[in-house]
Structure formats: C-alpha cells, structure tokens
C-alpha cells in the first residue's frame, strides 16, 4: 500500500492514477470468483514454497467433482502457508489428486483493498470472504 502511494507521489503518477481507474472498475471481482491464473499457479517458486514449509496434500478419499466442498484449515492465522500452497497454487498436485474440482481460498477484505496485492492473491484463486469469520467451530461426532 505504502509502495502505490509513492508511486502516485512521484513521476509516474499518471500509472497510478491509471491503477485506480482499474481497481474502481474491477472492485467486485473478488466477490464474484476472482480471477484465477492456470500460469501463475504452476510456477515452479510454488515448489520451493512447499519445500520450504514443507508441504504435502494426501488424499484419502474420491470426491465427486459435481458437487461442493468445505475444507476447514486450522490452524489457521497471519501465515497459512498450507492452505496457499495446497489450494492457491498446484505445487502440491490439487488438481491431479481431485480433478474437476476448483479451489478457492477465502481471505477477509482487507487483503482485497491492498494495490497490486489483490491481482496477486485472485491470480491464485482467492476470493472475497463475505460472511463474518468463523473461528474455532468444531463438529463432534
């Protein structure tokens, strides 16, 4: 944010200017499925991300690609590392482990307010959250 406003400060402030024009006239992407990027999510920094954590994704069961799922993330914070790694980017094999079905992280608005960081997060497949955030509800058997 500090980065778009010295941008706008300084001589390439017609860029700015410009950004803002797009970000007026792109503000309900993120609620309405963002815009995912098959390239951005295959790079291969993805695998140094999960090698770095390390992450892994293992699958248990088939999933019927014609209907809907929840996955709940915990522990979840500042930093989910798991959840961006398995569902934002292909370093882990999500769609060769559940082909057919399409991930969507949910983040808060904050992040969607920030200048060239929301192009960013849509690219992986984020989406706007637009409940209130849940925290801690646990399904006993």
């Known amino acids: 944010l500090a980065g778009f406003v010295l941008l706008a400060l300084s001589d390439w402030w017609l860029l700015a200017l410009l950004y803002a024009g797009w970000l007026w006239l ?36 088939d999933l019927d690609p014609k209907k809907n799922y929840i996955f709940g993330f915990h522990p979840h914070g500042v930093l989910v590392a798991g959840a961006f790694g398995n569902f934002c980017t292909e370093a882990t094999g999500f769609s060769r482990l559940f082909p057919g079905l399409t991930p969507h992280l949910l983040m808060l608005p904050f992040w969607f307010r920030v200048p060239l960081f929301r192009d960013y997060i849509m690219s992986g497949g984020t989406r706007l959250s637009v409940c209130p955030p849940v925290c801690h509800v646990h399904v006993l058997p």
Do not use: A, H, N, Q
Request: net charge positive; aromatic share 22%; glycine share 8%.
């Open 26 to 61: 792109d503000w309900d992407t993120p609620t309405s499925g963002g815009r995912r990027s098959g390239w951005i999510r295959s790079w291969m920094v993805w695998e140094y991300f999960r090698d770095y954590f390390p992450l892994r994704l293992i699958k248990t069961v």
